[in-house]
C-alpha cells in the first residue's frame, strides 16, 4: 500500500516522463496514428498497441540507468565505446535539424490555419521558434517542466473529449464498407515510418535521462518515483496513440474526400471534418488540440536534442563545459534554414528521419539492454519482453532491408 507522503513524493517528482510524452504526441501520434485510422479504420489499432508494449522495456532501461548509476544514458554508450557515440551523434545531428525542421513548420501551420487574420507560415515559424527559445534560454529546464505539464493536461482532457464525441456520432464510413489492407508492400513505407517514431524515436530515452539527471538538481528521486513517472508518461503517450487512431477512423476512414497525406495539410484537413462531422463549434477544440499537440513536440525538440547534442560533443571531446545554449541556438537557426531553403522537400525529409529511426531502433534498443547495470535485478517478465520486443524489431527491420533489395530494379 502507498502512503499518502509516497504519493507526494511522486507527484512532485513528475517531469521527465510527462516530457517525453509531450514530445512523442506530435508526429507519431497527430500525424501518423490519425492518419492510420484514416487509411485503415481499426486494422493497425493492435499493431500500434504492440509496438508501445515491445519498445517498452529499452525506453524504461534509459530510466532505470539513470537511477542507477547518476548519470545519463550517453555516458553507459560512452563505457561501451566511442563508436556508439559516433553513431548516436550521427543519428541525432540529422534528426535534430530534420525533426526541428518538421514540427516546427507543422506547429506555425497549424497556428496559421487556426488564426482569423492571414499571417505568412515563414513569420509564424519565427515567432513559435523565438517563444520557445525565451522560454528555454531563461526559463531553462523548470520552466520546460512546468509548460509541459500544463501542456499534457490540457491536450489529454482535450483529445478525449473529441473522440468522446465522435464516438457518440458514430462512425462516416458507410455500413458494408471495406477499405484497403496494410498488409501489402506498397503499405510498407507506411508502417516503417509509424513504427520508427512509435510512440517516439528510440533515441528519446537518452533525451528522457537527460531531462531525469536535470530533475534531480531540483530534488532527490527514488527508483519508484522515477519509474512510477516513467511509466505515467510512456503509458499515457501509448493510450492517446490508440486515441487519435479512434479519431481518424471515427472521423475520416470510409469518406469520399481523399486522405492527403502532407502532415500540415493532413491536420487541417482533421480539422475540416471534425466540423463537417460533429458541427462547426467543435473546429476550436481540434485545432487546440492539433495546435497544443505540435508545440509541446517543438518545444520538448528544442530542448532534448541540444542536451542531448551539449553531453555526447563533451564526451567524445569536441567541446570542454556545458554548451547547451550554444547546441540550442545553433540546431534552431539550422532548422529555420532548412524550411527557408528546402520547405518543398520537408515531407520526404521527415519521412527520411522516420524511416532513419525505425532502422536503427534494434541498434540502440541492443546497446539499451546492455548498459543495464549487473547489480540490478531484472524481473523475468521484463527480459523476456526485452528478448522478443528484440527479435520483432530486428524481424521487422531485416525484412524491409529485404524488401528494398529485391523491389530494386
Known sequence: MVGKKEWG????????????????????????????????GWQLIWLILLVNILKY???????????????????GYARRGKVYLYSFMLLNIVSAVVNTAGVLLLTASLLQYALPFSVSVTLLCWIVLALCLVILLLGHY??????????????????????????????????????????????????????????????????????????QQQRSITRGQGLFDFNLGFWTAATLALVFVSLGALVQYGTDQPI????????????????????????????????????????????????????????????????QSYWLIVQSCV????????????GPMVTFAMTL????????????????????????????????????LTGFTLFFLLSKITMAP
Open 9 to 40: 513524493g511522486r507527484l512532485k517528482a513528475l517531469g521527465p516522463g510527462v516530457l517525453m510524452a509531450t514530445a512523442a504526441i506530435g508526429g507519431s501520434h497527430l500525424v501518423a496514428s490519425t492518419q492510420a485510422g484514416a487509411l485503415f
Open 57 to 75: 522495456p529499452f525506453f524504461r532501461f534509459g530510466v532505470e540507468y539513470t537511477l542507477a548509476n547518476n548519470e545519463s544514458l550517453l555516458s
Open 142 to 215: 523548470r520552466a520546460l517542466d512546468t509548460v509541459a505539464k500544463i501542456i499534457m493536461v490540457i491536450l489529454t482532457l482535450t483529445t478525449i473529449t473529441a473522440a468522446g464525441l465522435a464516438w457518440q456520432h458514430g462512425s462516416n464510413a458507410p455500413i458494408g464498407y471495406v477499405g484497403p489492407s496494410p498488409w501489402q508492400l506498397s503499405s510498407l513505407g507506411f508502417l516503417v515510418a509509424l513504427i520508427g517514431w512509435m510512440p517516439a524515436p528510440i533515441e528519446f530515452s537518452a533525451i528522457t535521462s537527460q531531462w531525469l539527471l536535470a530533475k
Open 260 to 323: 492527403t497525406m502532407a502532415s500540415a495539410a493532413f491536420a487541417q484537413q482533421l480539422v475540416d471534418m471534425y466540423a463537417q462531422t460533429i458541427g462547426n463549434w467543435a473546429r476550436p477544440l481540434v485545432a487546440t488540440i492539433a495546435f497544443l499537440c505540435m508545440f509541446g513536440t517543438t518545444i520538448t525538440v528544442l530542448d532534448g536534442y541540444a542536451r542531448t547534442l551539449d553531453e555526447a560533443s563533451g564526451l567524445l571531446g569536441w567541446q570542454a563545459g556545458s554548451r
Open 335 to 346: 532548422g529555420m534554414g532548412v524550411i527557408l531553403f528546402f520547405k518543398s522537400a520537408l
Open 357 to 392: 529511426a525505425f532502422l536503427t531502433t534494434p541498434v540502440f534498443a541492443w546497446l539499451n539492454y546492455r548498459v543495464m547495470p549487473r547489480g540490478l535485478a531484472m524481473s523475468l517478465p521484463l527480459r523476456l519482453l526485452s528478448w522478443v520486443g528484440f527479435a520483432y
